[in-house]
Each structure stands twice: as structure tokens, then as C-alpha cells.
């Protein structure tokens, strides 16, 4: 059987393999908490600023300063609701966690269809070469 580069696609993803299987997990996405988190209300008047999953501050317009106390806290309270929100969204640049066990079961899973499929086209091609060089095969 002719070898169609399948012992190289089976190396590569060997040493791929190898590879997943030192990688150790990382953080979880939902682990990482974002830098900073802002939530605003009243027109952004009110802003309110998560940091490390923690309230940071709290920053007040003056001209929110004329509202009804009650008027006021809502517009903290949702201020505040909104950079909690904004701060249990996926942080900007923190790359999705990947599973590096089932990433390797899968390349596995791949790297063994490959063969067979390789394998398979190889036999295909020798049985057309060996057609091809029996007598009378030639057509003119």
C-alpha cells in the first residue's frame, strides 16, 4: 500500500495528544472576575464601579444630589445591580477554558478515523494501480 503522508498525520497528532495530556486546567471563565465592572443609572448620574467582585465606588452626579432620598437609592441599588451584572459577564481577552482531557479524546477519536480513512484511500489507490497494470486495461 502507497503511504499518502499518514504516519506524519499520525505523529503530529500524536505529539499533539502528548501535549494535551501535560496541559493542566485553568482557571474557569466564570472564575476570572473582570477588571472593572460599571453599572450606571439616572442618565449616568449615578455610576457604580465593581472591582475584583467587589464594590470599588460609588460616584454621584451633584445634580443627582436634588432627588428624593428614595428616588436616589433606587438609582444606586440599580446602578450597583448593574455593574454586578456587568462584572458576572466573561471578561474581554480571558480566552474560553478548554478541557484538555476531552480535547485529547477527541483528537483521538479524529486521529483514528484518519487512519482508516487513510488506510482505506491507500487500498483504493493500489486497487486502481493494479487495474490499471493488467493486460488490456489500455484503451485507445
Known sequence: MADFGSTQVDQLMAQMRQTLDTMRPGPQEADVPREDAVGEAADGQVR????????DSVR???RVMRLAS?????HIVSAVNAALAAAQQPAAGVPATVDPARL???LREVQNASVRQMSAFGQA????LA???EPGSERR
Open 48 to 55: 457604580a464601579v465593581m472591582r475584583a467582585g467587589r464594590l
Open 60 to 62: 454621584l452626579d451633584p
Open 70 to 74: 428614595e428616588d436616589l437609592g433606587e
Open 104 to 106: 485529547a479524546e477527541q
Open 125 to 128: 489507490m493500489d486497487d486502481v
Open 131 to 133: 487495474r490499471m497494470r
